[in-house]
């Protein structure tokens, strides 16, 4: 975990979604946000993930009975609570 979370990996991390130009996800965030965000708030998430406190927001998917007598969870993930841009 502690490599996961090194400065190097993050920066090569950030990088890479800055030149994919990243959609936001569940969390609402744009890129242009991130930077900013991971500023005030890096630091601590790296401390709690590594202490195992950092609890993601749970999503939430459909299930969707097929015809043969499976579940598939679609891909429209929603947060369980609306969250707002940073």
Wanted: aromatic residues 4%; hydrophobic residues 30%; glycine residues 4%.
């Amino acid at each position: 975990m502690e490599k996961i979370l090194a400065r190097d990996t993050l920066n090569k991390a950030y990088k890479k979604v800055m030149r994919n130009k990243g959609k936001h996800g569940i969390d609402c965030m744009t890129v242009n946000n991130l930077l900013p965000y991971l500023k005030e708030n890096g630091k601590q998430l790296c401390k709690d993930t590594l202490e195992e406190k950092y609890k993601p927001k749970s999503v939430k998917g459909i299930e969707i009975l097929k015809p043969d007598p499976t579940l598939k969870l679609t891909n429209n993930f929603k947060p369980l609570t609306p969250l707002k841009p940073l």
